[in-house]
């Protein structure tokens, strides 16, 4: 088990450690000039000040060779201080830790309806005798997965804000506020959630195990909740996991189609400004969240199924 949880907390750190280079070189090879963009905010190209430029260029760094660059950030990095924004002059991490509670709010409540409505349905689909309400049920999950999100939103905003008026269409508004934007992220995501356990489910149920389970007098119930679907939930929890990058993803719209703050907002100014230090912090923290998760899920897996420590020390040359 030691061996298995550190080869997953090493896997963890070479994917922070990819997407902090990636995005950095990714960043640099763009085309413009945050700095000029800076210097020249609200004067016309002719007015802009070499000197300011320079100062500007050298104390972010610019002038500097480009692994220099990657090889300062990254140290500074590492000490958790990815350096000051450029479009604001504020600490990245100060402005990540400001937007970062409302969006974690989003996604970890999207992520729970998203778990709630996909699997109740998949078991709703699989338990059902009914041939006709099967088909009807697993048809659901293929259309909220081709539905985008942003239609879904106005969707929702138009019919529970605009007419119903239960909830506000805009804004932090507390719970209320938070309803319509994670219920627009959790259609999608929990579609996915869905089709991968109704799959899984199907199969699991013309096991041998399922057969043995039912000839000791399991009833229906016992057999699909107890032995069915622990087994069957192993590849909708690894579904779940990497679903977390795209409800992270999603915010970006989300966020904005409700005017909501967070880390979506954040980063669609970041872009928009071409902020690279801000930007890149946003990577850097998206990439933390997704790996952390994915992270507890790896370790969620042998309590549901011991047999995957084992293979992987087998796979490792441990007899």
């Known amino acids: ?23 950095f070189l990714v960043l640099d090879f763009l085309p413009g000039d945050p700095v000029s963009a800076m210097a020249g905010a609200g004067m016309d190209s002719g007015q802009v000040d070499p000197a300011r430029i320079a100062a500007l260029r050298h104390e972010y760094g610019f002038d500097k060779p480009v692994l220099a660059q990657y090889a300062d950030h990254l140290g500074r990095a590492l000490r958790g ?46 338990y059902t005798s009914r041939r006709w309400l099967r088909q009807l049920l697993l048809s659901l999950p293929p259309l909220g997965v081709s539905v985008p999100t942003f239609w879904v939103g106005l969707l929702l905003v138009e019919a529970f804000s605009f007419r ?47 057969e043995t389970a039912r000839a000791k007098g399991a009833g229906r ?24 990058g795209q409800l992270i993803a999603g915010s970006v719209v989300v966020e904005t189609v409700f005017s909501r703050d967070g880390l979506g907002r ?15 912090g946003v990577v850097v923290f998206g990439a933390l969240i997704f790996v952390s998760v994915n992270l507890i899920v790896d370790l969620v897996y042998p309590l549901l199924d011991p047999r995957i420590v084992v293979a992987s020390d087998r796979r490792a040359g441990i007899a």
């Open 266 to 280: 954040v980063t669609a100014a970041a872009v928009t400004a071409q902020d690279i230090p801000l930007v890149q």
């Open 164 to 210: 119903l008026h239960w909830f506000p269409a805009f804004g932090n508004d507390g719970l209320r506020g938070l309803v319509l934007p994670a219920l627009t992220l959790a259609i999608p995501t929990g579609a996915q959630v869905a089709q991968v356990l109704a799959k899984s489910l199907l199969t699991a149920l013309d096991q041998a195990y399922v």
């Open 81 to 126: 201080d990815f350096g000051d924004a450029v479009s604001t002059g504020r600490p990245v991490t100060a402005t990540l830790a400001d937007a970062l509670p409302q969006t974690l709010r989003l996604t970890g409540a999207a992520l729970l309806l998203a778990a709630v409505l996909g699997g109740g349905l998949a078991v709703l689909a699989t």
């Open 221 to 244: 119930w016992r057999v699909h909740l107890r032995h069915a679907l622990r087994n069957a939930s192993l590849p909708a929890l690894t579904v779940v996991g990497l679903l977390v």
């Open 1 to 23: 088990m030691r061996r298995y949880v550190i080869k997953r907390l090493a896997q963890a750190v070479g994917v922070l450690w990819a997407a902090y280079t990636v995005s």
